[in-house]
Nanobody, 123 residues
Framework: QVQLVESGGGLVQAGGSLRLSCAASGLTFSNYAMGWFRQAPGKVREFVAAISRTGASTYYADAVKGRFSISRDNAKNTVYLQMNSLKPEDTAVYYC????????????????WGQGTQVTVSS
């Protein structure tokens, strides 16, 4: 059974930082591209960042470029999202996801999803 478990969310002031982690089990982690998405209340789920199977390539939404950084540790079956210079508009539930066919930015291309972790940025 595949499980993706996010952690590291919380409440932070604008300008602060958080580091999200997503621990994967039940799959061959290095065979999957990994992504982070977010969903704010009343909005559709949107792409945030993605990383290739080896970690050699990364992709970011324009809204987070230069502030967020995605990385992975295949030995630990874990993907990370370092979030700096947080803004109130970054407030959302953040989800990690695994894509076997390395779709990267499309929600539909991901095979497995975590339950999400809440990030709240106060102004």
């Amino acid at each position: 059974q595949v499980q993706l478990v996010e952690s590291g969310g919380g409440l932070v002031q604008a300008g602060g930082s958080l580091r999200l982690s997503c621990a994967a089990s039940g799959l061959t982690f290095s065979n999957y591209a990994m992504g982070w998405f977010r969903q704010a209340p009343g909005k559709v789920r949107e792409f945030v960042a993605a990383i290739s199977r080896t970690g050699a390539s990364t992709y970011y939404a324009d809204a987070v470029k230069g502030r967020f950084s995605i990385s992975r540790d295949n030995a630990k079956n874990t993907v990370y999202l370092q979030m700096n210079s947080l803004k109130p508009e970054d407030t959302a539930v953040y989800y990690c996801a695994a894509s076997y066919f390395s779709t990267y930015t499309g929600v539909q291309g991901y095979d497995y999803w975590g339950q999400g972790t809440q990030v709240t940025v106060s102004s």
